[in-house]
């Protein structure tokens, strides 16, 4: 199962690597106090706004434009997006419980028993996900969420449910294990198979007149430390690769809901971002972003977005047509707004290459491979030369 609510054709790669410059963008376009509307104190969210804001989209048009679509579906139905935000977050906190016994036990019984508990968790969210598909996706336009709900039904219909719990069910040894064995090199056990327990439900008739099953069977004492360490070791043998496979298949759900908790939450930090600028009265829009190999770069009532975030209250925006100009110089008085002014811009350009609204009524650009600034900082006093390598002549 893929979520692909970041990219058309794959996953969001939160840990990519950051731009060179990150810490310079991060310092001169005062970034963090974006981050930091978006996080609301949520270390996650704040460090996927930061992911998601330095590292854009790749600089193609068409996954800015598919992402600008799945947040307007977010605006759209903020609540049922939060829902599906903390149905993910539920499912990891729910598997970090069974974290340490799951991972570190050796023992096959502990990994299959502990997988088991998991899944269970994991069924219970994965219906919910599936009746918010079937209930009340009706109010989501954009080609990421249609197709997102789309696979939730197909994947997971109700035979798949079934199945899943049957075979939990089955997994929990309620009626004991059948294991089968055969003998091998100097008598002993190999190629031991874990077999489907048969159903022993019988009816009265069948418990007084039907034919008894001859077996062969042995008791240990309840003393006997080292037999029942044997058993255990047997029983271990025969249930080693349904151990595994389970494993396997919590981890395929874990990832499922480990992407969709991360591409969800940079949604979710828009709409935080989104509700405060509301509050303050600002203005944003979704820009409209051009290829490669045009010059394009116009804009009505663009404003410095951390400013308004600062200060709480609104902020004068600017206006400027520069389609088909270059260079672009900014002129003016000291204190007079030029940094804040080129701060916006800059600020403008990441936001849009991420597929996020930008803080103007209106906003046009080419896309772009880098941005660099270069703002004035103050010495730091606390950098020190390095004498050893130099050679005094």
Request: net charge neutral; with cysteine.
């Amino acid at each position: 199962m893929k979520t692909f609510l970041m990219h058309r054709d794959r996953d969001f790669d939160v840990q990519r690597k950051l731009p060179w410059n990150w810490q310079a963008l991060t310092e001169d376009l005062e970034l963090n106090i974006l981050f930091k509307a978006m996080a609301l104190n949520d270390l996650f969210l704040f460090e996927v706004a930061k992911s998601a804001v330095l590292c854009g989209s790749g600089n193609d048009p068409e996954t800015i434009l598919y992402r600008q679509n799945i947040l307007k579906d977010c605006l759209d139905n903020p609540d049922l997006v939060r829902e599906i935000y903390d149905i993910a977050k539920e499912a990891m906190e729910g598997e970090k419980k069974h974290y340490f016994g799951l991972f570190a036990s050796k023992y096959p019984s502990s990994i299959l028993g502990r997988s088991v508990d998991v899944l269970q968790i994991f069924v219970g969210l994965l219906r919910k996900l599936r009746n918010i598909a079937d209930t009340r996706a009706d109010g989501f336009r954009s080609e990421g969420f249609c197709r997102f709900f789309s696979m939730l039904k197909a994947e997971l219909d109700d035979e798949y449910f079934n199945t899943v719990q049957n075979h939990l069910k089955e997994l929990k040894f309620r009626e004991g294990i059948l294991i089968s064995a055969e003998l091998g090199e100097g008598n002993r056990g190999a190629n031991y198979v874990l077999r489907k327990t048969p159903n022993r439900r019988q009816g009265w008739k069948e418990r007084f007149f039907g034919r008894k099953q001859l077996a062969y069977t042995f008791r240990i004492d309840d003393r006997d430390h080292n037999g029942f360490s044997a058993l255990s070791e047997l029983k271990d043998r025969g249930i080693n690769l349904a151990a595994d496979a389970l494993a396997r298949s919590t981890d395929h759900i874990l990832a499922f809901f480990t992407m969709l908790r991360t591409e969800v939450a940079f949604y979710v930090g828009c709409m935080n971002l989104h509700r405060q600028l509301a509050n303050i009265g600002m203005p944003v829009s979704f820009p409209l972003p051009q290829g490669e190999g045009t010059r394009n770069h116009s804009f009505r009532g663009l404003y410095d977005a951390c400013l308004a975030l600062t200060v709480s209250q609104k902020v004068v925006g600017n206006d400027m047509n520069g389609d088909d100009k270059n260079p672009v110089i900014i002129t003016g008085a000291n204190q007079g707004g030029k940094s804040t002014f080129l701060r916006s811009i800059g600020l403008s350009q990441l936001m849009m290459q991420c597929g996020m609204f930008v803080p103007a009524e209106g906003f046009s650009a080419t896309v772009c491979d880098g941005l660099f600034t270069h703002y004035r900082r103050e010495e730091d006093a606390t950098i020190e030369p390095v004498w050893e390598n130099w050679t005094v002549t």
